[in-house]
């Protein structure tokens, strides 16, 4: 009941605060643009088709031995595979946008100095963290959402055909939602952690650098055949993601005590 | 004897090695309005934050309601307090409204609307319900803030300078809301530096510097660091009575002009007034000489090694 209610000022506050969405609406547009104009504009523009590029035949056999990409005729087959390659960027969005919000959240109680009249209520750490967290993640989701479902709509208007059946497969499914809020769960719990020693939204947003960078890592990791996403290398991300969110969870909650929120937040 | 609503029993607060707050006792009734006076860094917050169970004591112990305020109990114990904290700490994009029923919703109250609804008709926000708070004046917002304070009804409210930066109309408004919350027989300890203030609405004054310097009314105070004077205005130049009134047996007579000054208990006033008419002088008025509150604060912070009692409330 108090997490809920902490929640619905949450999600009213970013309502009236739409700049917030700003940065992952950007990052959506661009993780979106970049495949249709590499798999599908630039090759219609030059009139040459993927499939006859030497670069992407490991492409072709990977998509040959798998029973779901079989079926797909060759140019298709790069689509897919330029598509799924890129689904990775979209787990930049819910990152990027549970980081300005959850660094907004914190630090925005900090700036207006409403932390001390909520710590009086008698919400435990867990409920407001829990609100913070939810706040953050909870829009961030539904961003996520949204993002993959233009995604698989672009495909299925601008792609061949085959393209979009392959991108509701486990692989970008994973990618997308395995990966993607768990990394976003490790953003925002960094923000939040990070937010407590600093008093500028902006400061605690450059410390996700450190959650964002491995993915565009990801991506070029690929791009050079270091590894593809498998189901087992998601997975394994899935893991390590985990165990470092329960790592930050419990900093946050030390970092939350309401003592050390009273006497030392400055 | 009624529990009090409020106790603090030898609290002690250390910072490392600084003494925030050391052995301060004290007691605070059910309709009674306790103003704390100190100096900046005297303690006050810190007092206030152990009252309210949001930081705990490195020794000593509050009770609310008799209650001990312990780390398990004070989620419990906090739905009896109301705490308005020294910055209204508002949330800017949210409506009055919205600020108040989140706090009602976090208190659990079972009918949230109706407590805040009750919450704006008393304090007349009514009309800027629907405004977001970053629209309010200064005034405005600690009058939210006092709302938001009380919405879930405590029966005990910590104020911690709640006029503070106020211009003197809204200052006033807050002033009357808390002398408000006395007749609804709340129990409130403000904490404030504006000695008028604590003149106009509190019944005992507590002052602090880490420890507890005096606890009582300000009467009560005034008479125990300042002998009580009488000041007679004569219509004409002073000097000449001070001979007679000396001679009648009046003690420590001083002159000012056409004012004479005496200690008030040296000899009864109407013998005073007597001895002064039958010597031919003029009298213009007569009133005990009362040193303001400002004059025992601060007689009370520079002689701080003495240590003054009242029935309610003790220090070391």
Redesign the interface.
């Known amino acids: 009941m108090r997490m809920l209610a902490l929640l619905r000022k949450e999600l009213i506050d970013e309502r009236q605060n739409p700049a917030l969405f700003f940065p992952a609406l950007i990052v959506g547009a661009v993780a979106i643009l970049l495949p249709v104009i590499v798999a599908i504009i630039i090759p219609y523009a030059t009139g040459e088709r993927l499939s006859d590029s030497s670069d992407f035949q490991a492409a072709l056999e990977l998509y040959r031995d798998q029973p779901r990409t079989r079926g797909l005729d060759p140019e298709a087959a790069v689509q897919a595979y330029l598509f799924q390659f890129f689904a990775v960027m979209l787990v930049l969005i819910p990152v990027t946008s549970s980081m300005a919000l959850a660094a907004h959240s914190v630090v925005g109680e900090k700036q207006a100095r409403s932390l001390e009249p909520l710590l009086v209520t008698p919400i435990t750490t867990f409920e407001l963290l829990g609100a913070k967290v939810l706040g953050a993640f909870i829009p961030s989701l539904a961003l996520t959402v949204i993002s993959f479902l233009v995604y698989v709509s672009v495909t299925l208007v601008f792609a061949h055909e085959g393209v979009a059946s392959v991108l509701v497969g486990p692989r970008s499914l994973g990618t997308v939602f395995v990966i993607g809020p768990l990394a976003a769960l490790a953003a925002l719990q960094m923000a939040v952690c990070v937010s407590s020693r600093v008093n500028d939204a902006r400061t605690a947003q450059q410390f996700g650098v450190l959650v964002i960078l491995p993915i565009p890592g990801i991506l070029i990791a690929q791009l050079a055949g270091a590894f593809t996403l498998t189901a087992p290398v998601i997975a394994g991300i899935a893991l390590g993601l985990i165990v470092i969110n329960a790592g930050l969870m419990r900093i946050a909650i030390a970092l939350f005590d309401r003592e050390t929120i009273l006497t030392r937040w400055k | 004897m009624a529990t009090p609503a409020l106790t603090a029993e030898h609290l002690t607060r250390h910072?490392a090695s600084r003494v925030a707050v050391s052995d301060a006792s004290f007691e605070l009734a059910a309709g009674e309005i306790l103003a704390l006076l100190g100096p900046n860094g005297a303690g006050k917050t810190t007092t206030l934050?152990m009252l309210?169970g949001?930081?705990?004591p490195t020794s000593g112990s509050v009770q609310i309601e008799g209650d001990p305020m312990t780390p398990r109990a004070a989620?419990?114990l906090?739905?009896r307090?109301g705490?308005l904290?020294?910055?209204?700490?508002?949330?800017?994009?949210?409506t009055v409204r919205?600020n108040l029923s989140?706090?009602a919703?976090?208190?659990?109250l079972r009918e949230p609307d109706r407590a805040v609804n009750d919450a704006l008709a008393l304090f007349e926000l009514g009309e800027r319900s629907e405004d977001?708070t970053a629209r309010l004046s200064k005034g405005l917002k600690q009058r939210v803030?006092l709302a938001?304070?009380i919405v879930h009804q405590p029966r005990i409210v910590l104020l911690d300078e709640p006029t503070s930066g106020l211009d003197p109309e809204s200052a006033r408004g807050v002033r009357e809301l808390i002398v408000g919350m006395r007749r609804q027989g709340r129990a409130v300890l403000l904490c404030t530096h504006n000695l008028d203030e604590v003149e106009r609405v509190a019944d005992r004054v507590a002052v602090l510097r880490s420890r507890l310097v005096a606890v009582g009314t300000a009467g009560e105070l005034r008479q125990r660091l300042f002998a009580p004077r009488l000041r007679i205005r004569l219509s004409t130049a002073a000097d000449q009575f001070a001979a007679v009134l000396r001679s009648s047996g009046a003690q420590d007579v001083e002159v000012n002009g056409t004012s004479l000054s005496l200690a008030a208990e040296s000899r009864p006033t109407p013998h005073i007034v007597r001895t002064l008419v039958e010597a031919g002088a003029g009298i213009e008025s007569v009133e005990r000489d009362e040193p303001s509150l400002e004059e025992v604060y601060i007689t009370l912070l520079r002689s701080e090694g003495g240590t003054v009692r009242s029935s309610r409330g003790a220090s070391q």
Do not use: M
């Open positions: 910072f934050r309210a949001l930081i705990a989620p419990r906090r739905t307090i705490f904290t020294e910055a209204p700490g508002l949330w800017d994009n949210l919205e989140v706090y919703r976090l208190y659990g977001r803030a938001r304070a």
